[in-house]
């Protein structure tokens, strides 16, 4: 079974990281943001408030580990941020550049993902419904 519930074989697209991330960026919007974030959350900062999301969408595509970190202000907690590191190690964060100057986020850890999406449900489901139909289609004659 691949990352994502489907439960038969599935034909794969094939695309990149860098189609990935275009992907993501175009469809963050304020209706894809956190709520706790839509107050901060504009234009120039697209970002704000998508962590969680875009780290369940990048992790439903390439799999891999879901990474949390706490971000810290004057030592505080205040907020968590959330990324994703791949099977060969490589740690992959579209979020990072989110965050204000005295936003510190910590080094993370592996976490399970949680079998049901309850918190975000509706802006996750949004955000992978727009990944999903702007990246490339699976090949029909590909491999099943």
Known sequence: MRAGGCARLCRMAIFTLTQLEQAIRAGW???????ED???WHAGNPARGQCGVTALVVHDLLGGDLMCGEVHVDGVRTDYHWWNRL????????TREQF??????????????PP??????DEYELLRSRVLTALPAPDPGGPV
């Open 116 to 121: 049901a999406i309850n918190r975000l449900r």
């Open 29 to 35: 919007g304020v209706d894809t943001c956190a709520p």
């Open 87 to 94: 099977s060969g190690g490589l740690e992959v964060d579209l």
């Open 100 to 113: 204000r100057p005295e936003e510190i986020v910590t080094a993370g850890t592996a976490v399970v993902r």
């Open 38 to 40: 839509v107050p901060d």
